[in-house]
């Protein structure tokens, strides 16, 4: 998709207005010469001509690019709808989407002050920048949306046999759908299902490294059964793990049932891959999820070295 640049403006402080100018180079800092140039996520701003003509349409007055602090003003896409890790190519430039709207400062922002409400806000976007290059009034973008990768793999020798439906695994997915609906990225979800099969289970999540994807969600096979292999087939091929996502889990539960304290569910990384190893009910599948996702987007920013305190 490509889309138009309007203007591209600069300011020498925070909480000002910025000016149009003839040109911007993108750094590693950001926007060479701009007050908000830094090590942060928050290095390059846009809005959209859209959003600012609909916001003069509300208020007293017309407002010009810039006058929202925004660096890039762009015609042609709806930025209320791009989504986080999405990626902008202007000629050699390349940005990657990092932030979706802001904190209002209320009295520190000059057009709050003066209207009572802004629009960046709402429907601003904020994005580091991974590839320098410069970009000019005129200048077409290139939108590279972000998919956020996540597999759900059910081990089970009796469901892969046609024996019983997997449930769990269709869970996992309806859960993360859920989640994911009201939340600021493009999510794509599948499911597999293979035997309790060390081999199967290599090769699935070797792929899904291979492949970047996000997150691999395993059920099945955490227990102590003959054929519970899951933790002993990702343990070894983990990087770094995150213990304490499932010691809190097994904790939480195993205070009303102590079977969960025998879980032996594993969490960790490959690459930018998390992997987490949930037990086969559904139950259990539903509550280890409902946990895993209070933390699983921040982990994406970390393993993406994107730091958001």
């Not at 138009?4 to 925070?14: A, D, F, M, Q, R």
């Not at 762009?74 to 890790?85: H, S, W």
């Not at 390349?94 to 802001?102: A, D, F, M, S, Y």
């Not at 922002?109 to 920048?129: D, L, N, S, T, Y």
Request: hydrophobic share 40%; proline share 5%.
């Amino acid at each position: 998709m490509s889309i138009g640049i309007v203007s591209v403006n600069l300011s020498k402080e925070k909480g000002t207005v910025k000016q149009p100018v003839p040109e911007v180079t993108f750094t590693a800092a950001g926007i060479a010469e701009d007050a908000h140039a830094g090590s942060g996520h928050r290095q390059v701003s846009l809005l959209a001509q859209e959003s600012i003509d609909r916001f003069s349409a509300t208020s007293d007055r017309g407002f010009l690019p810039g006058e929202f602090a925004e660096n890039i003003t762009t015609r042609g896409v709806d930025l209320t709808k791009i989504n986080l890790l999405d990626r902008f190519r202007i000629g050699e430039a390349e940005l990657e989407v990092t932030q979706i709207g802001k904190k209002c400062h209320g009295d520190g922002c000059a057009i709050f002050k003066e209207v009572g409400k802004c629009v960046m806000p709402k429907e601003g976007i904020f994005c580091r920048v991974l590839q320098g290059g410069t970009a000019r009034a005129g200048d077409a973008m290139e939108y590279i949306p972000h998919a956020l990768d996540i597999r759900v793999v059910t081990l089970s020798d009796r469901a892969f046999n046609g024996e019983y439906e997997d449930r769990s695994g269709p869970q996992i997915k309806a859960d993360l759908e859920a989640h994911f609906a009201a939340r600021p990225w493009n999510l794509q979800c599948t499911l597999a299902l293979i035997p309790d099969d060390a081999r199967q289970l290599k090769a699935v999540l070797g792929n899904a490294v291979a492949e970047k994807a996000c997150a691999v969600f395993t059920t099945g096979g955490t227990g102590l059964g003959p054929r519970d292999i899951t933790p002993d087939v990702v343990g070894p091929m983990l990087e770094r793990e995150m213990p304490g996502v499932m010691e809190y889990i097994r904790v939480k539960y195993g205070e009303t049932i102590p079977s969960a304290l025998l879980s032996r569910s594993l969490a960790g990384t490959i690459g930018r891959t998390q992997v987490y190893t949930l037990p086969g009910s559904v139950k259990a599948a539903k509550e280890y999820t409902a946990e895993i996702l209070r933390t699983l987007e921040h982990a994406v920013f970390m393993l993406h070295g994107i730091d958001t305190h």
